[in-house]
């Protein structure tokens, strides 16, 4: 299992309402990738609106390859979804993959923490995963939080009004 965290400085209901309205939607286009593991881009619904449990979609790589996900537990605070049918080289390794995305408050802050755990096909490809998973992936899922906060951040930054002279 690998957990990446970060701050966003405005209060936990902002935030998971931000995150409702725009972020879980738009989450693919966080995903840019990395030199070793590609980006998300694009998404396509299999089912539902990405909202609530059962809400199929699948997602393209930038090198064309592909995954399936389902919202298995959606919660003001938390966003779970499995992954499975990864069409990559690391994919033939893998059974399915569970993520969830965490907000915690704290104070005028949130926290968002950003979970995967990996079940390999058969006990010798966990062993034969873990350095991508444990170094690449990490590194990817340090870019994607990244880019989902500045957007939060962005987003929900008090809007000033022009001043007339």
Known sequence: MISVETEIQAPLASVTTWFADRGAAAFGSFLTGTDSVPGVVSTESLSGAWSKPGDRRRVVFSDNNTAL?????????????????????????????????????????????????????????????????????????????????????????????????
């Open 69 to 165: 996900e389902e919202i298995t537990d959606r919660k003001p605070q938390l966003l779970q979804y499995q992954i499975w049918n990864l069409t990559n080289r690391t994919g033939r390794y893998i059974r399915y993959a569970v993520s969830e995305l965490e907000f915690i408050g704290n104070g005028q802050a949130t926290r968002v923490r950003w979970t995967y755990s990996f079940r390999p096909k058969i006990w010798p490809d966990g062993y034969l995963i873990r350095p991508y998973v444990q170094n690449d992936f990490r590194k990817f899922m340090e870019v994607g939080l990244q880019a989902m906060r500045d957007k939060a951040v962005t987003d929900l930054a008090p809007k000033r009004s022009a001043r007339s002279s």
